[in-house]
Structures are given as C-alpha cells and as structure tokens.
C-alpha cells in the first residue's frame, strides 16, 4: 500500500504547549470547516476543501495566524508534509499518514515521498483520484451500511475504496487510460456492505 485511507496533522497548541494529534478520513473533508480543538479546549483552527485545494487555517505556537493551501496532488499524494508558515518560515507541525506523523512527533526521521515511479501509470492515477475526490466532494461516494465510513487505499496499479465500519471495498483499475474512462462514465458508487467487487462489475447501473 502507498497511501493510507486516513490523515493525521500533528499541531503544538498555542495554550497548553502540548502537541494534539487530529485523524480524520481523506473523503470527510469537506467544504464544512473541521474544527481543530486541543485536548485542552483551545481552538488550533479549521481544515476544509476549499476549490481544488484544501486551507488548513491554523495558529502557530507564538499565536500567529497561519493559512497554508494544500493541493490535491500533495495532499493525496505525499506521506508527510512538514507544515511551515507562509509569514515566518517557521514550523507549524506536520500533516501526513499516521504512522509518519507519529515518527516524526516522537523525534524520529521521515524521509518518505510519494515519487511518480512508485505508479503504473502516474498520469492515469492522477485523473483517477481526482476523479474520486470529485465524487467525495459531492456526497457521492457511500456504503449502504448502517455506519457508512469511506477511507481510500492507494496501490501502484489501483485503487481501493474501503469502508472502514463494514469492511465493504471496491476495486477501481488505474493503470490504462480505459480504467480512467470508465471512472469517468461513473457519477455515484454505492457500495453494498460487506462485499468485494471490481469497478466493471457493476458500472452499468451506476451510469
């Protein structure tokens, strides 16, 4: 697996000074701000989508006011993202899957970066997770079961959309332009609980 289905920003709080670690799925990310509270009950700031971008609105630990704008690409595609501020330069903490967020929040060394090569076809994954954030973004991608979760798994040739509370996965092919074509045709994936299925299987009712 290359990118794990869940993002973890890893902030030092402003009041307390204790670093607060919020996880959250890729696909609940909306235009609806996520509000980032300390354990303490300070307020660090909010991320949402915002266009094809996603603002993470943050205060920095000397109370700065910080407004860093993430690209899809980065923010799908890269394991660790060191924060930094737009005005200072200085750190703000780091943003990233939740095992390199913990390594490097515990003083370790990260030094791993989504490259092209990692890919079948780079070009064709790009659309195809563009494609499905497209979806996300408008509520069109859920499970039918009664806590519907949706994370997403990223693998060299395909992608797996997974529900994290029924274990439900779809397959999408992502390594030919027809795979990428055939996404395209698609306007809601509604998955059924519990089930493992490749995007072909059922793309005809879904059109």
């Known amino acids: 697996m290359i990118v794990n289905s869940e993002r973890t920003i890893a902030l030092t709080c402003p009041a307390c000074q204790g670093i607060q670690k919020h996880t959250f799925s890729l696909f609940s990310i909306s235009q609806k701000p996520v509000q980032l509270m300390c354990k303490c009950g300070f307020s660090q700031g909010h991320l949402r989508r915002l266009n094809k971008n996603f603002e993470l609105d943050v205060l920095s630990i000397e109370g700065e006011r910080a407004r860093i704008l993430l690209p899809r690409s980065q923010f799908f595609g890269m394991p660790l993202i060191h924060l930094l501020s737009p005005m200072s330069g200085r750190s703000l903490g780091y943003l990233g899957e939740p095992d390199h967020v913990d390594e490097v929040a515990l003083g370790g060394q990260s030094g791993f970066f989504l490259e092209k090569d990692d890919f079948v076809n780079p070009e064709v994954m790009k659309r195809v997770l563009e494609n499905l954030e497209e979806l996300a973004g408008q509520d069109k991608i859920r499970c039918e079961c009664e806590f519907s979760s949706i994370g997403i798994d990223v693998y060299p040739d395909l992608v797996e959309l997974v529900c994290s509370y029924c274990g439900s996965v779809v397959k999408i092919c992502a390594s030919t ?28 009712p879904l059109i």
């Not at 795979?179 to 005809?204: D, F, N």
Request: with cysteine; glycine share 4%; net charge positive.
């Open 177 to 204: 332009r027809q795979h990428q074509e055939k996404l395209a045709r698609v306007a809601e994936i509604v998955m059924e609980p519990c089930t493992s299925r490749y995007l072909g299987e059922w793309l005809k």
